[in-house]
């Protein structure tokens, strides 16, 4: 549980720490990434939640732009500032250590500006294009699906930095075998118990955008930091996000 308090402290901008069972020993960040899909619960409810509510008020296009927000208001755009890192760091450097450098930069530059404006437009037109009911069901299986996925990276990758030069001054463990059990658990019962079984050949959209993105950062950084992470997921989303469209075009 501890392992848990810690996740949905690091990767949430709610006011856990004010639960004096949320203050759990610096120790225990190092396995956030690993119940990353816990925290997907949290995120997926309330940006379901708020769709849905904000569409019986509002037009069903300013009803996805709120729920959008209240997701970025959770995780304090945690996961963008990642993406957009990510996206400067490879765009614009040329060597290993010039990525990394350019990701650890506060500054956005060009790439970072350019991949945030294209990620909330597919995000946007995705989501208008599935309608209310579908939206808020592929919230709800696409976002611990997506960080269960994410999650993973651990196992194929070393971290590219180490611990003192970290932006997070944090270095992620690999999961144990418990661990793996109740992240695959949180990350794939919406995907059983809520999603069509028509739609279930959209998991191989994530998966493969995963195992690209492996291959890129093995080849040009030789490991992950916590801004891979955070594009990672982005990335993971809106291809499960696309498999669905697909899916949905096709039949």
Same mark, same amino acid.
């Given at each position: ?11 949430? $901008?709610?006011?856990?720490? $004010? ?29 379901a ?8 008020v ?21 996961? =963008? ?31 970072g ?31 611990p ?8 990276i651990?196992?194929?990758?070393p ?25 695959a ?9 809520l ?26 950084i ?14 993971? =989303? ?14």
């Amino acid at each position: 549980m501890k392992q848990i308090a810690a996740a949905l402290v690091f990767f949430t $901008r709610l006011p856990f720490w $004010r639960i004096k069972a949320f203050n759990v020993p610096a120790e225990y960040f190092k396995q956030v990434i690993n119940y990353w899909a816990v925290v997907g619960w949290l995120t997926a409810s309330v940006m379901a939640g708020v769709l849905w509510c904000a569409a019986q008020v509002l037009p069903y296009s300013i009803a996805i732009i709120v729920a959008l927000l209240s997701r970025l208001l959770i995780t304090g755009a945690l996961h =963008e500032d990642g993406f957009a890192d990510f996206f400067d760091g490879f765009g614009g450097g040329t060597t290993r250590e010039r990525i990394l450098e350019i990701m650890k930069d506060s500054h956005i530059g060009t790439y970072g500006v350019i991949s945030l404006i294209f990620y909330f437009l597919f995000f946007y037109f995705f989501l208008e294009n599935l309608g209310l009911h579908l939206a808020c069901t592929v919230i709800l299986v696409g976002d611990p699906l997506c960080k269960l996925v994410s999650s993973q990276i651990t196992l194929f990758l070393p971290y590219a930095r180490n611990a003192e030069t970290s932006k997070s001054k944090t270095v992620y463990k690999k999961m144990s075998l418990r661990t793996a059990l109740i992240s695959a658990l949180f990350g794939l019962l919406p995907f059983v118990l809520l999603l069509n079984i028509h739609f279930w050949a959209a998991i191989i959209f994530p998966i493969f955008a995963f195992l690209g993105l492996i291959l890129l950062m093995r080849r040009k950084i030789q490991g992950y930091t916590g801004d891979c992470c955070g594009a990672m997921f982005l990335l993971c =989303e809106l291809s499960f996000f696309l498999g669905i469209s697909i899916i949905l075009k096709l039949c």
